[in-house]
């Protein structure tokens, strides 16, 4: 079938280049030159082509310019039926050029694409060129142009329905923050062809492929999600439709996925009221969905291969993957799987901006506590806000560590605040470089010196005075001094504090780890 078809396009360029040498040779001779170029114009987009749209528009003036040409020597009704057949080249290069367009934003249901209302405005343009000169032939040609497209007009209007595409919604049940994908089946509603755009006006819903051919016996789309708190709970996608032809498009949206997000704070009570349920006081807690709790890296110690990860400050150098570390050009430690004794303390921030915060804290506390919990590390609480301190506790059992993690979430607040958080101060490339100052000796590194001492001493100023460091200070009086800290913060006004007090107590030898 395709090899026909394209034999009766090779026939059908063929007949307009005889065409175009005979009437070469019946204009006069002041006029020859014009069909000369069209046919040597022709030919070289045959031999090469340079887009589809070329093409099209070639062709398109051809079947005027022969109606045209053959006039004087055939006569007007003659000469309409020498162009006649061109327009099956016209329909050939309406095909070829569909695949190559795109879709056009409107706010209308059905709308012409702009090869459609291009070829229109030229087809008027010359309807009326052929009344002003009362040239019959270029009249026929243009009715018969125009009986074409009211025809494929009748067509789409008929066959390509304002939603081309049906389907069942998907019900899918999601926690906020994590990623799923889905595969969607869509139905068609139309055997005209042409080709289907989506998008998705939300960020964090993604479709591939953007744009699928309506020709295929199966159209099927990945939509892959990650819902936020305040995500709607149907999951809507723009589309786009074009016709086979190219001519018009549609636009509809439509709702592949019934989302039902359940928030991470909730989820994660969830999970603290499950493994609270199933494990016993004294017993070695047991957490039936282990594949959602990530264990807290930084705390293992042992002789068995865990895994790897970055290097932190009191990481012990031994450990460091010297292979992986130039592979990727950072430092990179191993990780063993059994744990020592050594306790730990969350500090947490309980001060958020926003509800997607306070649900994104709450969810790492809780799933913190239960990772602690189900390793059999016992740990410590401190919590914190922007006006001061507002719990500290002694090194807590694991159910107790479990019970008393959901009570600190509900003491989260939300501030409103305008102002904006920079990136803290690098601490220890602070300190680094004011070592290396105090081996040169010189004036200009004297100043220099003096100036990086005074931001060290403003730093700690202002880390003793906010209430992450009192905190600390205060659960550190209940605790072993070598306890591991577990940092869950949004970073707002405590940033400068808890960047220098990871760096201070790094140089005491406690691992300092953020969530």
């Given at each position: ?54 093409d099209?528009m ?26 006649l ?29 702009t ?14 060129v ?11 040609a ?39 994908l ?14 289907l ?15 699928l ?23 809507g ?42 494990t ?34 009191g ?30 303390i ?34 410590a ?103 591991n ?31």
């Amino acid at each position: 079938m395709i090899i026909l078809h394209r034999r009766r396009v090779v026939l059908l360029k063929a007949y307009v280049a005889v065409a175009l040498v005979i009437a070469t040779v019946l204009s006069p001779l002041a006029f020859s030159f014009i069909p000369i170029l069209l046919l040597a114009w022709c030919l070289y987009l045959w031999w090469r082509p340079i887009t589809a749209v070329f093409d099209l528009m070639t062709e398109y003036f051809t079947f005027f310019a022969v109606a045209l040409l053959f006039t004087a020597p055939a006569g007007n009704f003659f000469a309409f039926l020498i162009a006649l057949p061109v327009l099956v080249l016209i329909n050939h290069g309406l095909e070829q050029v569909a695949p190559t367009l795109s879709y056009r934003e409107t706010r209308y249901v059905r709308y012409p694409t702009t090869i459609g209302i291009t070829l229109i405005s030229i087809l008027a343009a010359v309807l009326v060129v052929s009344l002003l000169l009362g040239s019959l032939s270029l009249l026929l040609a243009s009715i018969a142009l125009l009986v074409y497209f009211g025809l494929i007009g009748t067509v789409i209007v008929r066959r390509l329905p304002v939603e081309p595409v049906a389907m069942a919604p998907i019900q899918q049940r999601m926690v906020a923050g994590t990623e799923e994908l889905l595969h969607v089946k869509l139905n068609k509603r139309t055997n005209v062809g042409g080709r289907l755009f989506l998008e998705s006006p939300d960020e964090w819903v993604r479709v591939s492929p953007k744009m699928l051919s309506l020709g295929d016996k199966e159209l099927v789309i990945g939509v892959s999600l990650s819902p936020t708190l305040s995500g709607p709970s149907l999951v809507g996608l723009e589309a786009y439709a074009t016709d086979r032809w190219g001519l018009t498009q549609v636009r509809f949206t439509f709702e592949p996925v019934q989302l039902h997000v359940i928030p991470r704070a909730q989820y994660a009570a969830w999970l603290a009221n499950k493994y609270l349920a199933e494990t016993k006081v004294g017993a070695l807690p047991l957490v039936s969905n282990v594949s959602e709790i990530k264990s807290v890296y930084g705390l293992r110690r042992g002789v068995e291969y865990y895994g790897n990860q970055l290097y932190q400050p009191g990481d012990s150098l031994k450990n460091i993957d010297w292979k992986h570390s130039i592979k990727y050009n950072e430092l990179i430690t191993k990780e063993f799987a059994e744990f020592h004794g050594q306790s730990a303390i969350i500090l947490i921030n309980l001060a958020v901006g926003n509800a997607e915060e306070a649900d994104n804290l709450a969810y790492k506390t809780v799933v913190t506590a239960i990772s602690l919990a189900a390793e059999g590390i016992p740990a410590a609480l401190a919590a914190y806000n922007h006006e001061g301190v507002r719990l500290v506790t002694t090194v807590l059992q694991p159910q107790e560590l479990v019970t008393r993690s959901l009570q600190v979430v509900r003491e989260i607040v939300t501030v409103e605040s305008r102002l904006k958080y920079l990136n803290p101060t690098d601490v220890t490339r602070l300190v680094a470089n004011m070592s290396r100052l105090r081996s040169v000796e010189s004036e200009a590194s004297r100043v220099m010196l003096e100036l990086l001492r005074l931001e060290y001493k403003n730093l700690a100023s202002e880390a003793r005075q906010n209430p992450a460091s009192r905190a600390l200070s205060a659960v550190f009086a209940r605790v072993d001094k070598q306890a591991n800290i577990v940092v869950i913060s949004q970073r707002n006004h405590d940033a400068g504090a808890i960047s220098f007090n990871m760096f201070s107590f790094a140089r005491k030898g406690n691992a300092v780890i953020t969530v």
